[in-house]
C-alpha cells in the first residue's frame, strides 16, 4: 500500500522541519515590536473622542456586550473613566514594543490588541489583523523564555513548545497570505481596479487622498494614463506577489517582506495610514522570520544557542553526509 510510506515520509520531514524551527530571533522582535508600536500610535496621537465618537445607526462605543465586555476600554464600567484604561493600554503595548519578557506579554498583547480592535467606532483594518497577529503569536510568546525578544536564545526550546510554535507560524502566513491573495482577487472584480484608474481616484479622494509635500507631484504624475495604469495593476500584482511568497521557502519569504514594505511605504508616503501599514509590515516581517540553524537531535534542555557556541562538522556514516553539531564549551 502505497499511502502509509508517503504518510511516513511527510511526517518525517515535518518532524525535521519541527526539529529546526525556532522562533526565537531578532526577526520575530522586530516584527512584533512593529506591530506593537502601530497599535500604540493608534492610543497616543489619537483623542479618545475621536476613537469612541457615536455612529449614526450603531449608537455609543465602546460596545461592552457580549464578549467585548472582555475589553479593557469596558473594564471597570462606569466607576472608570476612559482616559486610565487608554494608559493601561499604552503601559501594555510599550512594555510589548520594548520587547521585554515574550512569554509573559503575549498574552496581555493579544488582550490589548483585542480592545483595541473591538472597541474603537472607526477602525481602519489594521486593527483587525493586528488582533489576529496577536492572538496566533501566543504560542511563539509562551515559548519564548528569553528576558527581551532581542537576544539570542541561552538554551533550546522544548520540543513540546517548538511544535506548538511552528504550527503558529504556520497559521500566521497563511493567514496574512490569504488577506493579500483574497484582497487582490476580489479587486479585479471592481471596475476601476480592472480597468487600471483606480489609483487616480484614490490619489483625489477627499479622505485618503495624497496629503502634502507628495500631492503636487503624485497628482502630475496621475495625469498620465501609463503611469495610472502601472500604479493600479502594479499594486495588484504586489499583492499576489507577497501573497505567494509569503508561503514558500525562507527566501522568498524574505522577498516577500521586501515588496511589502516597498507596497505599504508606498501607502504612507501618498495616504498616510501608518497603523495599517506598520501592522502590514510587522506582520511580513515577522512572517519571513527564518529558521535558526539549531541541531534537529540532542537533549532539549541542555543544549545551547548555535549562535554562541562554536561547531564542528560531523560526518554521519550511516545516512553519508555531513552534519553540523554544537561542541559543548
Not at 517582506?257 to 502590514?280: K, N, P, R
Request: positive net charge; hydrophobic residues 50%.
Amino acid at each position: 500500500m502505497q499511502v502509509m510510506p508517503a504518510v511516513q515520509s511527510l511526517a518525517d520531514r515535518l518532524a525535521v522541519r519541527t526539529g529546526r524551527h525556532d522562533l526565537r530571533s531578532r526577526w520575530f522582535g522586530t516584527g512584533r515590536t512593529v506591530m506593537a508600536l502601530a497599535q500604540l500610535s493608534v492610543l497616543l496621537f489619537a483623542p479618545v473622542k475621536a476613537l469612541l465618537v457615536p455612529v449614526v445607526g450603531m449608537g455609543e462605543y465602546p460596545k461592552c456586550d457580549g464578549v467585548r465586555a472582555a475589553s479593557a476600554l469596558c473594564l471597570g464600567g462606569d466607576t472608570v473613566g476612559m482616559e486610565p484604561r487608554r494608559w493601561l493600554l499604552i503601559v501594555i503595548l510599550a512594555v510589548v514594543a520594548s520587547g521585554y519578557r515574550p512569554r509573559w506579554t503575549a498574552i496581555p498583547h493579544a488582550w490589548a490588541a483585542y480592545s483595541v480592535a473591538v472597541s474603537i467606532a472607526v477602525p481602519d483594518g489594521g486593527e483587525s489583523v493586528g488582533m489576529i497577529m496577536a492572538l496566533l503569536m501566543i504560542p511563539v510568546g509562551l515559548a519564548d523564555d528569553r528576558t527581551w525578544h532581542w537576544r539570542r536564545p541561552e538554551r533550546e526550546a522544548r520540543p513540546s513548545w517548538r511544535t506548538l510554535s511552528f504550527v503558529a507560524f504556520l497559521a500566521m502566513r497563511v493567514q496574512i497570505a490569504y488577506l493579500y491573495l483574497d484582497s487582490a482577487i476580489a479587486k479585479f472584480g471592481v471596475a476601476d481596479w480592472a480597468n487600471g484608474t483606480a489609483e487616480y481616484y484614490f490619489l483625489r479622494d477627499s479622505m485618503f487622498g495624497v496629503a502634502r509635500p507628495w500631492d503636487s507631484f503624485f497628482l502630475w504624475l496621475s495625469k498620465n494614463s501609463l503611469i495610472v495604469v502601472a500604479l493600479t495593476w502594479g499594486a495588484l500584482v504586489i499583492e499576489i506577489a507577497i501573497g505567494v511568497c509569503l508561503l514558500a521557502s525562507e527566501r522568498w519569504r524574505k522577498a516577500g517582506m521586501v515588496m511589502d514594505v516597498v507596497l505599504h511605504g508606498s501607502i504612507i508616503l501618498t495616504m498616510g495610514l501608518w497603523s495599517f501599514a506598520l501592522v502590514m509590515i510587522g506582520s511580513a516581517i515577522v512572517c519571513a522570520s527564518p529558521d535558526r540553524r539549531r541541531p534537529v537531535t540532542g537533549d532539549p534542555g541542555a543544549g545551547g544557542d548555535e549562535g554562541a557556541l562554536p561547531e564542528s562538522g560531523v560526518h554521519c556514516a550511516e545516512c553519508g553526509a555531513a552534519v553540523r553539531v554544537v561542541t559543548a564549551v
